[in-house]
């Protein structure tokens, strides 16, 4: 046999350990559930992870096409295709993962950071004045579109100027948790097609906002 023709599965098979790298899976970090209780939360939000596993996903399928359209390696070619279509999968799916981890991410620190301002805001107001109005944010909320599709909401109170005030925890409640339930913290997760209405209570002054479950 020509040795020239053992080049392809033999650095194919060298580069399948490197392919095992699932970062989406191992390497990136999402927010735990209960981030709107923290003061700090510590997870990824850079995308350069999940792209990565999406290259070595690349790869392995290339590899596993080129194997199979090289007829010359009998005893290895199936092996070689079968390992390269399998890590292609978990690669992709760890770079699913990934991103749905980083955007979780973003949407958390994003939240976290609004509360940081507004509670700054309450702090130097130094008032104590009864709740006048909530708002929940943000006020437009997107189409949520897959079953445990998720959107964090925060909600923010003001006094009768329009200034903002410390309003404690806000008391969380979906108009129909069949559709779109809410945690305690403002998370909303999709359930099944509809519309819903999410409210945030404080002080028994209620803000609203309207969430569109669409299933594709």
Known sequence: MDPNRRVLPTLWLLLLPLTNTACGFLLVNGPPDEYAQMDYV????SNAGPILDFVWAGLNLLGAAAAAADQGH????????AAGITWGVVSSVSG???LNKTRKCRTAKQYMAMQHREGERAARSGQE?????VVV????VDTLRA???QVQLGAV????????????????????????????FGLVTA????????AANADNVVGTVRVVVVLQ
Request: with cysteine; charged share 20%.
């Open 74 to 81: 009998v005893e290895d070619r199936e092996q070689i295709i």
């Open 147 to 149: 079953i445990g599709a």
């Open 96 to 98: 699913v993962v990934g």
């Open 191 to 198: 359930h099944t097609s509809g519309e819903v209405v999410i």
């Open 129 to 133: 004045a009864p709740v006048f109005s």
């Open 157 to 184: 109170a003001y006094d009768a100027v329009g200034e903002v005030i410390a309003a404690g925890r806000f008391k969380w409640s979906s108009s129909n948790d069949a559709i779109a339930s809410v945690s305690n």
């Open 42 to 45: 510590s997870c990824t939000e």
């Open 137 to 140: 944010r943000p006020e437009t």
